[in-house]
């Protein structure tokens, strides 16, 4: 990315900003998932504001999984701020899962106008975007997606993520795919693999409808607290996760959803 491009950039996400002001007295250092079981394994009982948080799928076919995991992270982490989320991907996309899709992070509760997407031309310029915006204070979150095998995405990288989210106390969510964890200084890391919903208790039991979305997390990394593994489910209504139980070992150890839940509106439009 030329100079100018970079400048141009600044200049519209400035603009796009405007308007946007935090609520004084309510940003705490840590944000809660809202639930005291893995609250408790989270030191200061929450995740923290100024650290880089690492996001990965499980499996491949966990992608969109961890896409509405990342989506409802954002929502706990900008619960009391009315500053926006920047969202940061290449031109073309790290992962063959198409763009995000507005209803279908509405549905979870991260309105399309509270997001701005970044669209810089490859990894190392997505990284660039990624600090600027830390750096700017003018975000609650700044999510990036990268391939976790990125020649990009080094020690070096995400030391520099880390200490810009350290010095704007605002969270990094890295979300890397479904690759192997490499080297990273992330506070945490997350694996998120999918689970099947509850079906809904208010309909007819025959047409067995899907209720909210559950996914089994695995908190494999967790600095200055312990790691952990449940299976979780995101209340829409309440911003928060709740009906949350512990489960043992890896967490893509699972049975696999014969049926496609497809009346849950999806994250990404391919088309």
Known sequence: MSP??????IAELRARIVGHTPVAGRITPVFS???????????????????????AAATYRDMGAATGF?????????RHSTLPVLWCETVRPPFD???????????????????????????????????????????AAVIGELDGCSSALN?????????????????????????????????????VASAPSAVLSYVDEKEKLPGAARWHVALTRSRGGQPGSWLAEWNGMEAAFSAVARTEGDSCEREVAVRRELAIIPFRQTA
């Open 33 to 55: 998932l809202g639930v005291p079981e893995i609250d408790g394994v989270l030191p200061e009982g929450g995740m923290k504001r100024g650290a880089l948080h690492e996001v």
């Open 70 to 78: 990342l989506a409802s992270l954002a929502v706990c982490v900008s």
């Open 155 to 191: 020690l070096t990288a995400t030391r520099r993520l880390q200490l810009a989210a350290e010095e704007s106390g605002t969270p990094v969510l890295l979300f890397t795919g479904h690759a192997k964890e490499g080297a990273s200084v992330a506070v945490t890391r997350w694996h």
């Open 4 to 9: 100018a491009s970079k400048e141009h950039l």
């Open 97 to 139: 899962m198409g763009r995000l899709y507005g209803p279908g992070l509405s549905a979870f509760g991260l309105e399309p106008e509270r997001i701005v997407h970044a669209l810089p031309s490859g990894d190392a310029d997505c990284l660039w975007a990624m600090e600027e915006a830390l750096r700017s204070h003018a975000f």
